[in-house]
Antibody
Framework: EAQVVESGGGSAEPGGSLRLSCAASGFSFTAAWMSWVRQAPGRGLEWVGQIRSKGGGGTTDYAAPVKGRFTISRDDSKNTIFLQMNSLKTEDTAIYYC????????????????WGQGTLVTVSS | EIVMTQSPLSLPVTPGDPASISCRSNQNLLHSNGYNYLDWYLQKPGQSPQLLIYLSSNRASGVPDRFSGSGSGTDFTLEISRVEAEDVGIYYCMQTLQTPWTFGQGTRVEIK
């Protein structure tokens, strides 16, 4: 069965850094696009960014609030993606979910089919 | 950025009754390839979200057939034919036509 498991959450001070990891299993990781979505306490869902498969170019996209501060990367040899978070702000406090993108239909990637349980990131002084 | 707007934001339901949630986008989600890039997710209390409907009207694997999605362009609807107690939670629509992928605010469904 497909599974993604996040780790690396914790506390950081404003301006600090954290690195999240997401280990995947049970599906063809090398062919998968992967994403991060976050949810601030008591709030809705916010897309953070995505990384394409190597076959899809391996490129990344980011939401405006994190662009230039967050970096998504992948290690296909370890079936793992990473979210490097720098220059953290209090508003980055959230549960961060790692998710497998479902498919590409009609040339457009879409949908999230496997979600991790999430890892909590708290940014405060 | 495509803005997604859901209504209602809160929906009290009676088990066995139908329920309907609306999602509107400020841009057309119908691609030239004929697909509407609109999903529906359910986040049950204390859980991660789960995919219910993709490409506007396709049920995800394992999703009961009481859930259905419809719509095209900018107006979409999620319908539950007969609500069950296990359907409580927050429902989100999301567009994946263009980045940034964006979610609606969420609709909280609760039992009356």
């Amino acid at each position: 069965e497909a599974q993604v498991v996040e780790s690396g959450g914790g506390s950081a001070e404003p301006g600090g850094s954290l690195r999240l990891s997401c280990a995947a299993s049970g599906f063809s990781f090398t062919a998968a696009w992967m994403s991060w979505v976050r949810q601030a306490p008591g709030r809705g869902l916010e897309w953070v960014g995505q990384i394409r498969s190597k076959g899809g170019g391996g490129t990344t996209d980011y939401a405006a609030p994190v662009k230039g501060r967050f970096t998504i990367s992948r290690d296909d040899s370890k079936n793992t993606i990473f979210l490097q978070m720098n220059s953290l702000k209090t508003e980055d406090t959230a549960i961060y979910y790692c998710i497998k993108v479902y498919a590409t239909t009609g040339g457009v990637a879409h949908s999230f089919d496997y979600w991790g349980q999430g890892t909590l990131v708290t940014v405060s002084s | 950025e495509i803005v997604m707007t859901q209504s209602p934001l809160s929906l009290p339901v009676t088990p066995g009754d139908p329920a309907s949630i609306s999602c509107r986008s400020n841009q057309n989600l119908l691609h030239s390839n004929g697909y509407n890039y609109l999903d529906w997710y359910l986040q049950k209390p204390g859980q991660s979200p789960q995919l219910l409907i993709y490409l506007s009207s396709n049920r995800a694997s394992g999703v009961p057939d009481r859930f259905s999605g419809s719509g095209s362009g900018t107006d979409f609807t999620l319908e539950i034919s007969r609500v069950e107690a296990e359907d409580v939670g927050i429902y989100y629509c999301m567009q994946t036509l263009q980045t940034p992928w964006t979610f609606g605010q969420g609709t909280r469904v609760e039992i009356k």
